[in-house]
């Protein structure tokens, strides 16, 4: 066991509807739609890389899913939101169908920096496999992924030509090699989304933040955004989208399809700057998640 050999106590049996399934003629219409949005994910090939076709791929994966993304946020975001949008319908959060991607570093998870200045390391709490999608689809970053999610069917060989950035959890030698490639990364100007709690949990409100990535922010003199991610169906908190434990994505991604009225509540909190140490970056970002959560579905 190491540092990175996160685990958690979370079980399969954590993750249930909070409402009826949809009917099975509305989920085979969202399964049709997602293999479509994910052959046009397929058919972008190296394009997916580009930050504007990568955002509108991944809000068309949550539209054909049916789920709805609302983001509250800081006011010093670029374009800050007043209230809650949702991703993927007319005049809903980013217009994603038409909108460019913000600039690299400009956009609303991302700290306003001069030009020269270091990018945003953005910290999330880690619940689902749709965390990553949902705010590829708010803007898309550099994310910091796990191993074996390169391997999974069908979002494995999109990652990777998204440019995701993976680690091994169990190597503790390449973690500071690792650590490395996030502060030249945000050196560059460019933000890395990470997931400091190492797996997924069915809510914010559970498992430790480890250290080493906060590192990378102290080293690069970057900035930390804390953002919650919590799931809803019909405004009630659900776990419905949790991927835990041993669990197989197919059965994942079923439950998901078929859950009803689900949204994602990004919430964006003001940015921690990067003074003191890795422990104290990781305590006050995890402090700041946990507070921004929507009470925890029993």
Not at 213 to 223: K, R
Not at 245 to 258: C, K, M, Q, T, Y
Not at 261 to 275: Q, S
């Amino acid at each position: 066991m190491n540092a990175w050999a996160a685990t958690s106590t979370c079980t399969p049996r954590c993750a249930r509807h909070t409402v009826p399934r949809v009917s099975v003629a509305r989920l085979a219409g969202r399964c049709a739609a997602l293999a479509g949005a994910l052959a046009a994910g397929a058919a972008a090939g190296e394009r997916l890389a580009d930050r504007r076709t990568m955002r509108l791929r991944a809000a068309a994966v949550l539209r054909a899913l049916g789920v709805r993304v609302a983001v509250t946020g800081a006011a010093d975001a670029p374009g800050a939101y007043g209230g809650a949008r949702a991703a993927g319908g007319p005049g809903t959060y980013g217009s994603p169908r038409a909108a460019p991607a913000p600039a690299p570093g400009r956009g609303p998870l991302s700290v306003p920096r001069p030009p020269d200045g270091p990018g945003t390391l953005i910290v999330a709490d880690h619940i689902s496999w749709l965390d990553v999608l949902t705010l590829l689809a708010v803007e898309p970053v550099t994310v910091l992924a796990k191993r074996e999610i390169g391997r999974w069917p069908l979002l494995g060989p999109l990652a990777r030509k998204a440019g995701t950035r993976f680690i091994d959890r169990e190597g503790l030698r390449t973690l500071p090699h690792v650590v490395a490639e996030l502060a030249g990364l945000l050196r560059e100007g460019r933000s890395v989304l990470v997931f400091p709690q190492g797996t997924t949990w069915c809510s914010a409100a559970a498992g430790r933040f480890r250290r080493a990535t906060f590192q990378a922010a102290v080293d690069a003199g970057a900035p930390v955004r804390p953002v919650t991610v919590a799931y809803a169906q019909h405004g009630m908190p659900s776990t419905v989208a949790a991927f835990l434990g041993d669990e197989g994505f197919g059965r994942s991604l079923h439950r998901v399809a078929a859950a009803g009225g689900l949204t994602v509540r990004v919430t964006v909190h003001p940015p921690l700057e990067p003074a003191g140490d890795r422990r104290v970056l990781a305590e006050r970002a995890q402090h700041v998640i946990r507070a921004g959560e929507s009470p925890a579905h029993g």
